[in-house]
């Protein structure tokens, strides 16, 4: 607050009635005696300090480097530069990852990026979005929270019409995808699916970075064009936020010494604590003495008084002038006082507050009656704009379910205590899903579309449909949903034990929990459900977004398919549709991304990846792997072409799977992920494969005398995987 004053006093002429405010902030202890206050147009406070012993620790020390004309302010004496300071705040100027191509499809350029604020009290704030620009482009953004995270967007498109031009970053040539909080480190590399050799004539570059959303605005085909323009507008206008506290191990019950006079303390959600001044001070709550009084008498224009001003500490008092009467805060405020009042005028001033008080309890009366009218209209207009009238009569058609509810807003409201953030139990792509107790003790999960628009409509339509035709064990199942409420409202049975992704990926010491019979019986459960998805549905259903996320596992391990929300239907005349591609990076089917053909191989091709990451125990993507091998797919199917194969099983998996059964779901996986979809087996025949390897019984790496199983254990005996499970046991 003091700086924000004190940039804005620098920039006001100072008029008799601010002089004595400016006075008082000028005189503020706003840094420690003898140490610099000033970095070019950068005021520097305390905690933080330019110079030797001029802040609260090392970790608040600050460079002004003068061989810069004007000087620039520095982290430490690092290189990260920056772009201004708040009292919560600080933004530095950020750095853009790119690679650009030739039309021949070669790198002309290219350059990664990172930033690392791990030894300092800062982390990077969820105000900022990860961007990628670009039309052959996706990229992955890696970095350090209290656990690891990974994660991507991908740009796509096939021709420069299409991208928007109304600054909307929509994932046609723009793509952005959020942080999580506590972020200390980060770095981020473009990589290409076809080298830009189809787009090179409008967009030679593929561009990514980390800044602040509200700071961006995408420029549509310019950007995609003119890279080097983009890059200069991003790194001089789209800062990255930072957020700063005291002690990040401490609270305010632990340091409740450090805020000076006149000031309070107050826990930060990522840690820490800051101070800040009461209100009606103003000045350094880090420094003695601390925050000073405002003398708001002094200070008409902030606060006006047309009479008697009396300074207070923290406030002050405003009266009329003797004679008159009202409130001396408002230029008209005060009014003479009646001379020569008698009873009869008090009776009149009671009659007009009684009959002013029975007027506006029956204009109250009339307006809580209009309001209840219009929030009954307003929820008629949500049930029509979400597709009530069209989801009835669908409800109502032959092999629908006759068991889903229609729950109504204060049911849902009342189940997750108004939609409490502690009821949150997972964020997805186009909604968070929360733990619901209806009436009737059921645990319920409820998921709430995060955006209103007519995309997000259309596909809580197309869930809900899609839902009420499936039964299956394996397949999450829809109680109900509402249609009440602006945004679309799904509820769903709760799922109790996470998912496969959690499960594969979050093990304790970095080791899966899941035993390798687990993983094939969950396999083969998830595999069942996607083929009777795909042949034996009333009308065929793609899902489209087929991931190790997607996959629940209920309290008894039981594989439950969830999340239809980009699922489409097929005519049982057509064996595929033309859609916008969708889907999740690293599992994405291909030959869908090149040619925008749905299939239900597409499904497979994304099995396929599930399949890896069970074998591998590792992630669709990585930044810890190399060019092309950054994808799990790619990294899966050369290890398998040069012989490498047990270098990537996961230990676990090799101690516990027979040499049979590895062969086998090995060979199925190839198939799975093999880039013509026409290569690739059916569902049905995925799911009938792997039930047949739960039944493979042969003791682990007992040497059979079949050519793939020897050619197996030799590549044991070459790789030293022996030695690697050593080291795991």
């Known amino acids: 607050m003091l700086l924000l004053l004190t940039l804005v006093l620098s920039l006001m002429p100072l008029s008799e009635g601010n ?46 480097n003068l061989t810069y004309k004007p000087p620039k302010l ?3 004496s690092g290189n990260i530069e920056i772009y201004s300071i708040s009292d919560s705040e600080m933004r530095i100027y950020n750095l853009v990852a790119y690679k650009c191509y030739n039309a021949s499809g070669n790198v002309t350029d290219e350059r990664d990026a990172w930033t690392n604020l791990e030894t300092t009290p800062f982390t990077f704030s969820p105000k900022n979005k990860f961007t990628v620009i670009g039309c052959d482009d996706f990229a992955l953004i890696g970095g350090a929270t209290e656990a690891e995270f990974t994660s991507g967007c991908l740009g796509a498109c096939s021709n420069a019409n299409d991208v928007p031009s109304d600054g909307y970053c929509s994932g046609i040539g723009c793509c952005q995808t959020a942080i999580p909080k506590g972020l200390k480190f980060y770095q981020t590399t473009v990589l290409t699916v076809d080298n830009h050799t189809a787009v090179h004539s409008f967009n030679p570059c593929g561009l990514a970075f980390l800044g602040e959303e509200d700071s961006f605005q995408f420029g549509g085909a310019r950007d995609l064009y003119n890279a080097t323009e983009f890059y200069d507008r991003t790194i001089a206008s789209v800062p990255v936020v930072v957020d700063w506290v005291i002690g990040g191990n401490s609270s305010c019950a632990q340091a409740n010494t450090e805020c000076k006079g006149n000031s309070f303390c107050s826990d ?80 009149f ?25 219009k929030l009954i209209k307003l929820r008629e207009k949500f049930f029509e704009q979400n597709g009530g009238v069209f989801l009835k009569q669908k409800l109502k058609a032959p092999g629908a379910s006759d068991n889903v509810t229609i729950f109504s807003t204060q049911q849902l409201r009342k189940a997750t205590d108004n939609y409490s953030e502690e009821r949150i139990v997972g964020r997805g792509g186009y909604g968070v899903v929360y733990k619901g107790i209806l009436q009737d003790e059921r645990v319920v999960a409820i998921k709430k579309s995060k955006l209103v628009d007519g995309t997000q409509a ?18 999450v199942k829809l109680l109900g949903f509402c249609l009440e409420e602006e945004v679309p409202i799904l509820v769903y049975e709760f799922i109790s034990n996470n998912t496969l992704f959690y499960h594969i990926h979050h093990g304790s010491g970095g080791v899966s929990s899941l035993s390798w019979e687990n993983r094939l019986r969950v396999a083969a459960e998830a595999a069942s459900a996607l083929a009777y998805l795909h042949s034996q549905a009333t009308m065929p259903i793609i899902h489209r977004d087929v991931k190790s996320a997607n996959i629940l596992l209920d309290e008894n391990y039981t594989t439950k398919i969830s999340d239809f929300g980009a699922s489409r239907l097929v005519p049982l005349d057509h064996d595929q549709v033309t859609t916008l591609v969708q889907g999740t990076v690293g599992y994405l089917d291909p030959q869908y991304f090149h040619t925008s053909q749905l299939t239900d191989k597409s499904d497979v091709y994304s099995f396929g990846v599930v399949l890896a990451e069970l074998i591998t125990g590792q992630k669709p993507l990585s930044p810890d792997r190399i060019n092309v091998e950054k994808i799990l797919a790619t990294h899966f199917l050369n290890s398998v072409k040069e012989n490498r194969f047990l270098q990537i099983v996961e230990p676990r ?73 050593q080291n795991h046991m």
Not at 19 to 35: H, L, Q
Not at 310 to 315: I, V
Not at 349 to 373: D, P
């Open 19 to 64: 002089f004595a405010s400016a006075t008082a902030i000028t005189m503020s202890n706003i840094a420690r005696p003898g140490c610099l206050t000033q970095c070019g147009n950068l005021t520097v406070e305390y905690p933080f300090g330019i110079g030797k012993g001029c802040s609260l620790d090392e970790s608040f020390d600050l460079t002004c």
């Open 74 to 76: 520095f982290i430490r």
């Open 268 to 347: 930060a959600d990522i840690g820490g604590y800051r101070c800040s001044c009461n209100k009606g001070y103003e000045g350094n709550p880090y420094l003695d003495p601390g925050c000073q009084d405002i003398d708001e008498c002094s200070d008409k224009n902030n606060f006006p008084c047309y009479g008697n001003c009396d300074n207070t500490p923290g406030s002050y008092n405003c009266t009329c002038l003797p004679g008159n009467t009202g409130d001396a805060r408002t230029a008209d405020g005060c009014r003479p006082v009646a001379k020569n009042s008698k009873f009869p005028a008090m009776v």
């Open 349 to 373: 001033c009671l009659a007009l507050v009684f009959g002013f008080v029975t007027m506006l309890s029956g204009i109250t009366g009339i307006c809580l009656g209009i309001r209840k009218r």
């Open 458 to 475: 259309e596909q809580f339509i197309n869930e809900v449909l899609i839902l009420t035709q499936v039964i299956h064990r394996n397949v």
């Open 653 to 725: 998996v090799l101690r516990e799977a027979t040499v049979e059964q590895l062969q086998a779901v090995r060979e199925l996986t190839r198939r799975c992920l093999h880039l013509v979809g026409e290569n690739r087996p059916t569902m049905k025949e995925v799911a009938m494969m792997l039930e047949g390897f739960r039944k493979f019984t042969t003791h682990p790496w007992v040497h059979q005398q079949t050519s793939e199983s020897r050619s197996l254990i030799l590549e044991v005996e070459q790789s030293d995987v022996y030695g690697v499970l």
